[in-house]
């Protein structure tokens, strides 16, 4: 009765009740139980909601509260049942490449390791090839031109004070949940396009008629895929459990098959967005090549409730001046809803990765706009 801060708890016919209308369940009174009567349970499900979104009905049973949804995927992950499942569109992918569509796929930065240790860049080109597509192209391409313009936002408008921060735009997720918890915030958020959005529309630009596929392991990018203004650049949205359920369909053996060339095109500062931390890095590297002796604070949050945290301290003005980089999911985006590879493992594979990358930073990029010079 006494640890309970809503006064939730008292003794009828000599026995403790909890009025769970009052309860917040924030489990002092299972801590102060010198009997251990009370249990704190929670659905795995709603303990990996960052945005509690996951709620009780009438009945007891969960139900997901859409209105704070952001389609991060983590209660997908962790529901021991199989309950909650995303929408697919590997049908309406096979469907375009039968019809003789030319489509493209863009592979996401976290793509590396996912389908095995014998799945090289080279042989997963081979494979994609098996399946019909007619172009693969890595968005790290995409991250390359992403950090550019943040960097050119971030200096135009943090210190000159017209935004007190900024805030990293390529987790939709992330972006999602400033939208619906920090509204007042929007207006610090960079207003650059995601690394996806830019990979598709330089697709598009190359392939006039073709149809985009972005692969990777964001079920958050399925829901951006959809918006009024994106929509017409990314006509499918795969995800890499849903590509191998289309390898195990083909029989395609990557220990066999013979690899064709292999993906040189993004810079190790691009590979670097698939985990959490990257953008972040990427950003303050381009400003310093610049300006060398310019301070950058940053911040970032990994996960949804780290992230709300962050944005918290930020509306009250803890993080002026900061580049804020969050991400939905722990550890980044090789940590997304529609991964095949441990979190950690994932992690040191991508910093191999970069290691291998022809060139180091987004000015290298092939790709580059010649008029994205930082000056």
Known sequence: EKV?????????????????????????????????????L???????????????????????????????????????????????QIYQVIQSILKGDNVVAIMAPA?????GKHST?????????QLGFFRILEVAVGADMCTI??????????PTGQQKYMATSCCPAWHSMIHKLFPSEIGNISMTLTPMVFTARLMKKKYPGCKVVFVGPCAAKKLEAIRSDIRSDVDFVLTFEELQGMFEAKQIDFETIEPMFDLNEGTAA????????????????????????MEIKTA????????????????????????????????????????????????????NYQKEAQTATPMESPYRDKGHELD
């Open 111 to 115: 793509f590396m390791g996912q389908f």
């Open 270 to 293: 691009g590979r670097g967005f698939a985990v959490a931390g990257g953008v972040a890095k990427a950003v303050e590297d381009l400003v310093h090549e610049s300006y060398p002796d």
């Open 149 to 158: 313009e943040e960097a050119k936002d971030f200096l135009e408008k943090v």
């Open 121 to 129: 860049p080279g042989k997963i080109i081979a494979a994609m090839k």
């Open 42 to 88: 929670q659905r795995p499900c709603a303990a990996s909601c960052g945005m509690d979104a996951i709620e009780s009905d009438e009945q007891g049973r969960a139900v997901i509260n859409q209105d704070k949804c952001v389609a991060c995927g983590q209660c997908l992950v962790s529901c021991p049942f199989g309950a909650i499942v995303d929408k697919g």
């Open 4 to 40: 309970c801060p809503k006064d939730a708890i008292s003794v009828r016919n000599h026995r403790s009740y909890i009025d769970l209308d009052k309860c917040i369940r924030c489990g002092k009174c299972a801590k102060a139980c010198p009997y251990n009567a009370i249990v704190h």
């Open 300 to 351: 970032r949050a990994e996960g949804l409730r780290d992230c709300r945290k962050l944005m918290t301290l930020a509306k009250a003005g803890k993080y002026n001046g900061h580049l804020l980089e969050g991400m939905a999911c722990p550890g980044g985006c090789v940590a997304g809803a529609g991964t095949l590879l441990p979190v950690d493992l994932a992690a040191k594979v991508i910093g």
